[in-house]
């Protein structure tokens, strides 16, 4: 006896839509389920640790950074929540959902503004640059707010377009300042990382665009190894700082 269910959704877009199927048996799809929650508390657990180490640090060298980073750590988890479905274990409804990701998409971008301005002490150098990416988290904001209003995507894809803008920009900053901050060349490699794996992956799930195939756990891989050099480089930056 099997049982068939089926499942319709309109789009707007006249655009292919392609759904990642598997027919398993019920042992092999409790053994799947299984090895994903394993990996949720893996992954999960490490975020948490590492998390809890730049709070101890902030807890013992008072500087403002690591709260910055902290902030930066959650949210870009937070996006990846809505990617590998953790998201759903807090949100229920859809309602509750449609705002929780809108506003996470937009805390991301943020979060990183606010982290390079402070840790590349980019003020030191260019002064008004913090101003033109005010103006790109204004345009987010407004096109954020539409998606509440239209309960059109797109304007969160747009969204998405803006922030890519932002991280693109934040890592060309790290750059521009390897030669003057020895740090900087610590967060332009762990930043790179996550920058690329989340530009390839988040075109290829908004716009379809796929140059090689990345994945949620490759992203997720990059996330790790990004959170444990720009925690070294944070430690670095300080000792250079304070010398």
């Not at 990846?80 to 809108?102: E, H, P, Q, R």
């Not at 345009?139 to 509440?148: D, E, G, H, P, R």
């Amino acid at each position: 006896c099997r049982e068939v269910s089926w499942a319709r959704r309109c789009y707007k877009r006249q655009k292919q839509v392609y759904f990642n199927i598997q027919a398993k048996t019920k042992t092999d799809y409790y053994k799947s389920v299984n090895f994903t929650y394993f990996k949720f508390g893996w992954y999960y657990g490490l975020v948490l640790m590492v998390l809890l180490i730049n709070l101890f640090f902030y807890n013992s060298l008072r500087d403002s950074i690591f709260l910055w980073y902290c902030f930066f750590l959650i949210s870009i988890n937070l996006g990846i929540s809505t990617y590998d479905g953790a998201l759903n274990f807090v949100f229920k409804d859809a309602v509750s959902l449609k705002y929780a990701i809108g506003i996470i998409y937009l805390l991301i971008p943020v979060s990183c503004t606010f982290f390079v301005i402070n840790f590349l002490r980019v003020d030191l150098y260019w002064s008004k640059i913090k101003y033109a990416a005010f103006c790109l988290l204004f345009v987010q904001a407004v096109l954020t707010i539409t998606y509440f209003i239209t309960n059109d995507f797109s304007y969160i894809a747009y969204g998405d377009n803006i922030a890519l803008v932002i991280f693109l920009s934040s890592w060309i900053l790290g750059l521009l300042l390897v030669r003057k901050q020895i740090f900087a060349r610590y967060y332009v490699l762990g930043y790179s990382i996550i920058l690329f794996t989340t530009i390839l992956y988040t075109l290829s799930v908004n716009f379809g665009i796929q140059f090689f195939t990345v994945t949620l756990d490759h992203m997720k891989i990059g996330t790790v190894i990004e959170m444990f050099i720009l925690t070294y480089a944070i430690t670095i930056r300080l000792s250079l700082i304070h010398i």
